[in-house]
């Protein structure tokens, strides 16, 4: 009979891919290198590079801080800001989504896992948690999809971003370029993905029947011990009697063997 735990590897893999995946697109969300300015007046924005991402925007200046060395400014935002484009309100809401989606869907995996390791009576509910938790990393790896590639079409389009005069930043960039969290979030979604196809694939091993039977009484030998063969042969035992004189051995089926009757002296 197949065992469960064999069949289960590719899965297993998917976990880990899932994990990683999902650890990445948390840190993608909370980078501040998504879209990366590069600005010609370096009055204020002394490093001439200011980063945006989804959540706040930062540069380096050694005049807003400090004037005796450099420190990152930066200022935050949210959905409520008039400002904001589109791309970063729509990455906003998708990426926490993504997450959560994500979470949820490692919890299934490990259900799944656990159902298969444990050797569960009920195998039919394997395949279920494995698909949920498919479902669930294929939608957060679409949510992030649509996030950074909104983002990387701002960037390539070079889009401009009205922000207020306290930001102290211009309202368009010289020129721009994806940072690395777009680039952290396509690996996190092609991970999820991956990892979604591969609880897809699950199937259970044919025959698979983890309930316990008693083994027929043929199988069962005269001295308590048991065996099984593919070809249900029976094996032949015998118990000994002795008296006074003799040692007689009787076979399974109650006869006398005389082949093997002794004679004892005294």
């Not at 960037?155 to 971003?161: E, Q």
Request: charged share 10%; with cysteine.
């Amino acid at each position: 009979m197949p065992y469960l735990a064999h069949s289960a590897n590719l899965q297993l893999a998917g976990f880990a891919f899932a994990t990683v995946g999902w650890i990445l697109g948390s840190i993608s969300t909370g980078l501040v290198q998504w879209r990366v300015w590069h600005v010609s007046n370096t009055t204020v924005i002394t490093s001439g590079i200011a980063w945006i991402g989804i959540w706040r925007t930062c540069f380096f200046s050694n005049i807003l801080v400090s004037s005796n060395q450099e420190v990152m400014y930066c200022q935050g935002f949210s959905v409520q800001d008039s400002f904001v484009p589109q791309e970063i309100f729509v990455a906003q809401g998708l990426m926490i989504i993504a997450i959560i989606l994500a979470g949820t869907g490692k919890a299934f995996c490990v259900f799944g896992l656990k159902n298969v390791y444990q050797s569960t009576s009920n195998v039919t509910v394997i395949p279920q948690w494995f698909i949920a938790s498919g479902v669930l990393n294929v939608l957060s790896s679409v949510c992030i999809t649509i996030s950074v590639s909104w983002n990387v079409h701002s960037v390539i389009s070079n889009f401009s971003i009205s922000f207020p005069s306290s930001y102290e930043m211009p309202s368009s960039p010289e020129k721009q370029e994806a940072g690395a969290g777009i680039a952290v979030g396509f690996v996190s979604a092609i991970l999820l993905f991956v990892s979604g196809m591969f609880f897809f694939s699950y199937k259970l091993p044919f025959s698979v029947d983890p309930r316990v039977f008693p083994l027929p009484s043929d199988d069962i030998l005269c001295d308590g011990f048991s065996i099984t063969s593919s070809e249900r042969t029976k094996t032949k035992c015998s118990t000994s009697r002795r008296d006074s004189n003799q040692t007689t051995i009787i076979s399974c089926d109650g006869t006398i063997n005389d082949a093997f009757e002794l004679d004892e002296k005294l």
